[in-house]
């Protein structure tokens, strides 16, 4: 049984590597990954669709029906994006390929993949990504793999799909330190930071870290957590306005707060909500993703010509893609994150979430590539450490 599991969770792996696009690698041959995806979103979809008529789903649960709502937004978004701007199914469908990630979840309930197994999958994901940033701060300025990189701000920046897992595997291992109290797991969750924010010099990045890192701690079992997080604060106070490694940040973050009326996220955020709408159905439903040669895809390059991108307006590009349905849909993850019970087990989660809640706004990790498999683990991890709170009957089979 341990070898068909490791079989399995091997497989996983692998596909979320392709998901991916492994780590963003440079040299990647040119090959139609979008197709690839698609068909593996259609591989999903059948699996999934013989689940569900087969009731194989164990139990039942309210993210169950968040996430396959989530599933359906990019279907109806295809139909507006047909009926407003001339967009073919076959491409729309292709356009959503990276978010066919999240049958993933209906995957994993179909399989009954234990809470350990989706950690251990979590686990060599995260190492993988430290991996992926050791071999870039080696090959710099030409990275193996990356979608980004540059000197900026004093600094580097390195960014390639699979940061998400950087992220929740580094919270992971600072609540494994604060459970079983070993240096090492404090380790791993600085060497996260480190690659986090040294190696990308991304603001939302560091003030993500922070936030994970007291959130875990206050709800630790420490007997001084209240005082170290305290004292802790007004150190990093401290460090931040008298160090020289934060001056770049500092320097751009003047400029854009005396400025903010002319910031092109402001021009962004009003584009997409107002000028970018085909009518009441496209707000409800969105846009969908451009596609190749449509008239969407037309708008889509001239916005960006104008420096406005989705990837830089949080759950306003939601709101563009999949409509209110998709904004209420995410709202509903962030609920669900928030609302579980408060365990020295699962702070990890919730730190996860509050990440992504920090680029809401000023951000796309909620539906960026390198983060939506691992929002998907963290998702299926809620599910199972809530499991217990919604049990129903097992259905019988048809």
Same mark, same amino acid.
């Given at each position: ?30 090959? /139609?990954? *979008?197709?690839? @995806? #698609? =068909? %593996?979103?259609? &591989?999903?979809?059948?699996? +999934?669709?013989?689940?569900? !008529? ?68 979590? /686990?060599? *994901?995260?190492? @993988? #990504? =430290? %991996?992926?940033? &050791?071999?870039?701060?080696? +090959?710099?300025?030409?990275? !193996? ?74 709800? #630790?079992? %420490? ?176």
């Amino acid at each position: 049984m341990l070898k068909k599991h490791l079989f399995v969770d091997g497989i996983i792996v692998v596909i979320i590597l392709i998901f991916l696009q492994f780590f963003s690698y440079t040299k990647l041959p040119d090959i /139609k990954l *979008l197709l690839i @995806l #698609s =068909l %593996l979103g259609l &591989l999903f979809f059948i699996f +999934t669709a013989y689940g569900f !008529l087969t009731q194989q789903f164990k139990t039942k649960h309210p993210l169950d029906k968040i996430v396959f709502t989530f599933i359906c937004c990019f279907i109806i978004s295809a139909f507006m994006a047909n009926i407003y701007w001339s967009q073919s199914f076959e491409s729309s469908l292709k356009s959503c390929s990276n978010f066919y990630v999240y049958f993933l979840y209906f995957v994993f309930i179909i399989l009954d993949v234990q809470e350990d197994r989706v950690e251990r999958i979590l /686990k060599v *994901l995260f190492f @993988l #990504s =430290l %991996l992926i940033f &050791l071999i870039d701060y080696a +090959t710099f300025p030409d990275p !193996l793999f990356s979608y980004r990189s540059e000197e900026r701000r004093n600094g580097i920046t390195i960014f390639f799909y699979g940061q998400g897992f950087t992220f929740l595997g580094g919270f992971y291992y600072l609540n494994k330190f604060f459970e079983e109290k070993k240096i090492i797991n404090l380790g791993w969750f600085l060497a996260a930071s480190f690659c986090l924010f040294m190696l990308t010099q991304a603001r939302m990045n560091l003030f993500a870290l922070a936030l994970g890192f007291f959130l875990i701690l206050i709800f #630790s079992d %420490l007997s001084l957590r209240y005082v170290l997080s305290f004292a802790l604060i007004i150190a990093g106070f401290v460090f931040y306005s008298t160090s020289s490694i934060f001056t770049g940040i500092k320097d751009e973050t003047k400029s854009q707060a005396q400025f903010y009326k002319e910031d092109v996220r402001v021009q962004a955020h009003t584009y997409f909500l107002t000028v970018l709408q085909g009518g009441l159905p496209t707000q409800i439903f969105g846009n969908g993703l451009p596609g190749s040669d449509s008239d969407l895809d037309i708008q889509s390059r001239r916005a960006k010509d104008k420096g406005y991108w989705t990837a830089d307006v949080g759950l306003t590009g939601i709101f563009s893609y999949f409509g209110i349905v998709g904004v209420i849909v995410w709202l509903l993850f962030f609920y669900n994150a928030f609302k579980t019970k408060n365990t020295t087990h699962t702070m990890y989660l919730k730190a996860y979430f509050l990440t992504l809640l920090t680029t809401a706004i000023a951000g796309y990790s909620i539906f960026e590539p390198g983060y939506m498999p691992a929002t998907v683990l963290a998702l299926y991890l809620i599910r199972c450490s809530t499991l217990s709170n919604y049990n129903y009957e097992d259905p019988e089979p048809i």
